[in-house]
């Protein structure tokens, strides 16, 4: 009963932090979000925690790691789709953040919690304060965001041969 109490609080550990992720990507408006990553982060958790659980029967934690990042990359690859009119990307970096959040589970889920909440600290300064950066230096965004660049230019063309191929209003010739 104390060892399950124990790993329970693994649990509650990687939800917080799971949380503090998804609560960016809600503030974000991303359509995967706060419930979203505290639930990955706590199923995380507990694959990494049950191996411990199960009496007589010790798991591997290194396949545990394996499974749980080759399975939440597919829930991740869900989020990712490809805008054919505007020949952009979205969801790149909320599936990272569904995968890291995995990772974070998984880290709480074997009881190193300082490590879980520092990749934490580490993960949402990634995700709300390199936005800062890139918003501070117009030339550091471009460079890091090339596929809102690219978006932006596959509109204009669009609109563009929508109007007749000049842009400038008159027709082909």
Do not use: C, N, Y
């Amino acid at each position: 009963m104390h060892t399950e109490l124990l790993l329970l609080l693994r649990l509650v550990v990687a939800a917080l932090l799971a949380g503090v992720l998804g609560f960016e990507r809600e503030q974000s408006g991303k359509a995967a979000g706060l419930r979203t990553h505290m639930l990955v982060g706590i199923a995380s958790a507990l694959f990494m925690a049950v191996g411990e659980a199960l009496p007589g029967r010790a798991g591997d934690p290194l396949r545990t790691v394996q499974a749980v990042a080759t399975g939440v990359g597919f829930l991740g690859a869900g989020a990712i789709f490809f805008v054919p009119k505007s020949r952009s990307v979205h969801g790149l970096t909320t599936a990272a953040s569904i995968w890291a959040t995995s990772a974070i589970g998984l880290t709480a889920g074997a009881g190193a919690f300082v490590l879980a909440a520092g990749a934490t600290a580490l993960l949402a300064f990634v995700l709300r304060g390199v936005v800062w950066i890139e918003a501070a230096s117009p030339g550091l965004a471009r460079h890091l965001d090339k596929e809102r660049r690219d978006a932006r230019l596959a509109e204009e063309r669009a609109r563009k041969a929508a109007r007749g191929g000049h842009g400038d209003g008159s027709a082909d010739a």
